[in-house]
């Protein structure tokens, strides 16, 4: 079955692609929670239309997603847990906790759009952040004990 995504999602597509997925899957699950609509001819014309109209409108995210990956490049993100024996964390970093050190720094990044390794132990890592369909920047995370 054909349908249009109505939002981003991981490892199917980006708004507005017309991806091809199983009958059961779009029934019973994309189609229920609103992620996505029937490729239908008249919702494929409306589609290209706001595809038409959005073309400035997407520029200009990109383009702030751009700036804002220019200031974060060089950015070290220093993030304070508990650690017992061996350097060993309670629990581990998640995204959430990025985007908290993020905000003090200035910068209101989605957790969503945070993409973290699996930190069990301290040190230095990099985080993925995909601030946009074309633009992703990686930053430093130093992970020390409070």
């Known amino acids: 079955m054909k349908i249009i995504l109505k939002e981003n999602l991981k490892n199917l597509g980006q708004q507005g692609d017309i991806v091809t997925v199983k009958d059961g899957y779009a029934n019973n ?17 409306v589609l290209e239309e706001n595809n038409r109209q959005g073309v400035l409108k997407r520029e200009k995210l990109k383009t702030d997603a ?21 350097d060993k964390i309670f629990g581990s970093v998640t995204p959430l906790q990025v985007a908290q050190a993020l905000k003090t720094k200035g910068y209101d990044i989605d957790r969503r759009k945070i993409e973290v390794g699996d930190i069990k132990v301290l040190g ?5 952040l995909n601030l946009h369909r074309d633009v992703v920047v990686n930053i430093q995370l130093e992970v020390v004990s409070e």
Do not use: C, R, V
């Open 66 to 86: 751009q700036a804002t990956a220019e200031q974060l490049k060089d950015l070290t993100i220093t993030i304070g847990t508990k650690a017992g024996a061996n």
């Open 124 to 128: 230095t890592y990099q985080a993925t």
């Open 29 to 45: 699950f994309l189609f229920p929670k609103g992620y996505a609509i029937m490729a239908t001819p008249s919702n494929i014309k």
